[in-house]
């Protein structure tokens, strides 16, 4: 008898860090990508606005629009039967309490069951509102594309004494003001440690080492076809199997035995 897989939830998410159960996630854009992901076991499934970037062929994320987003997430909902799909709020999609509802639940009503945005402690009270609102969150720290131009490039954040207190301080904030998840690109993976030691709900590191409660990559870097430069923490799971399922599978194993990323 065929059985539907029982849909991850947020409340399942947290349990797993409970459990100490490492959390699988990849980003998707189209519905062929999500089935094949939610049938390899990954547990969340991201529609990043780095389709901007891999998808759209732009130098950077702030080009892509709410109509994009919601776009995607329609394609990435009618693939996934288990994953939890999240969906980012673009650039400048967020900026007040009432944008940033209309533009979630525009998310929301796409298919989405979490919303990710690019956070410090100045969107603390989208937090709170959004989840007052029913809305779950996923607040992004550290690397934040959005901000490329403010933030001078692509480059690893908090290494700094006063930078990684700072973050840390965001991370509990923005965990306080009832984020439900937390992503973690590009930090000093001690850091990320310690964020994740710090708050309850669980912590998906990118480019943040090994001490995360999951780990999340952009498809295509996994794949191997990306357009630019491929950051240094991405790994070709294309060398470890020869078909697509097969990699996808392969980054699953590696993420729950906890041999990616390696402790470096
Ligand atoms: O947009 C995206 O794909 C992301 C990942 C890099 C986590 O935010």
Same mark, same amino acid.
Not at 92 to 100: D, G, I, L, M, N
Not at 101 to 121: H, I, Q, T, W
Not at 124 to 152: D, F, M, N, T, Y
């Given at each position: 008898?065929?059985?539907?897989?029982?849909?991850?939830?947020?409340p399942r998410l947290r349990a797993m860090k409970q459990e100490g159960r490492p959390i699988a996630c990849l980003t998707a854009y189209d519905a062929s990508f999500a089935r094949v992901l939610d049938e390899a076991g990954i547990d969340l499934v991201?529609?990043?606005?780095?389709?901007?970037?891999?998808?759209?062929?732009?130098?950077?994320?702030?080009?892509?629009?709410?109509?994009?987003?919601?776009?995607?997430?329609?394609?990435?909902?009618?693939?996934?039967?288990? !994953?939890?799909?999240? %969906? =980012? #709020?673009?650039?400048?999609?967020?900026?007040? $309490?009432?944008? /940033?509802?209309?533009?979630? *639940?525009?998310?929301?009503?796409?298919?989405?069951?979490?919303?990710?945005?690019?956070?410090?402690?100045?969107?603390?009270?989208?937090?709170?509102?959004?989840?007052?609102?029913?809305?779950?969150?996923?607040?992004?720290?550290?690397?934040?594309?959005?901000?490329?131009?403010?933030?001078?490039?692509?480059?690893?954040?908090?290494?700094?004494?006063?930078?990684?207190?700072?973050?840390?301080?965001?991370?509990?904030?923005? !965990?306080?003001?009832? %984020? =439900? #998840?937390?992503?973690?690109?590009?930090?000093? $993976?001690?850091? /990320?440690?310690?964020?994740? *030691?710090?708050?309850?709900?669980?912590?998906?590191?990118?480019?943040?080492?090994?001490?995360?409660?999951?780990?999340?990559?952009?498809?295509?870097?996994?794949?191997?076809?990306?357009?630019?430069?491929?950051?240094?923490?991405?790994?070709?799971?294309?060398?470890?199997?020869?078909?697509?399922?097969?990699?996808?599978?392969?980054?699953?194993?590696?993420?729950?035995?906890?041999?990616?990323?390696?402790?470096?």
């Amino acid at each position: 008898m065929h059985t539907e897989p029982e849909p991850i939830t947020v409340p399942r998410l947290r349990a797993m860090k409970q459990e100490g159960r490492p959390i699988a996630c990849l980003t998707a854009y189209d519905a062929s990508f999500a089935r094949v992901l939610d049938e390899a076991g990954i547990d969340l499934v991201l529609v990043g606005d780095s389709l901007g970037m891999v998808v759209q062929g732009r130098e950077t994320t702030l080009a892509v629009t709410v109509d994009d987003m919601v776009y995607h997430t329609r394609c990435v909902a009618r693939g996934l039967r288990r !994953a939890l799909l999240v %969906a =980012d #709020l673009p650039f400048a999609s967020y900026a007040q $309490p009432a944008q /940033a509802l209309d533009n979630a *639940a525009r998310l929301m009503r796409a298919g989405a069951r979490v919303v990710k945005l690019e956070a410090s402690a100045n969107q603390a009270e989208i937090v709170r509102h959004l989840g007052a609102q029913g809305i779950p969150v996923c607040a992004h720290l550290g690397l934040r594309p959005q901000s490329v131009h403010k933030l001078g490039g692509y480059r690893r954040q908090g290494a700094g004494e006063a930078e990684a207190a700072q973050m840390l301080e965001d991370a509990a904030l923005l !965990a306080r003001c009832g %984020a =439900d #998840l937390l992503l973690l690109e590009c930090v000093p $993976p001690r850091l /990320a440690a310690e964020i994740r *030691a710090n708050v309850e709900v669980p912590v998906i590191g990118i480019g943040a080492g090994p001490d995360c409660d999951g780990q999340i990559l952009v498809l295509y870097d996994l794949l191997g076809v990306s357009l630019g430069p491929v950051p240094p923490f991405a790994r070709n799971f294309m060398n470890a199997a020869p078909d697509i399922p097969g990699a996808v599978s392969a980054y699953v194993a590696a993420v729950r035995g906890r041999r990616f990323p390696e402790r470096g």
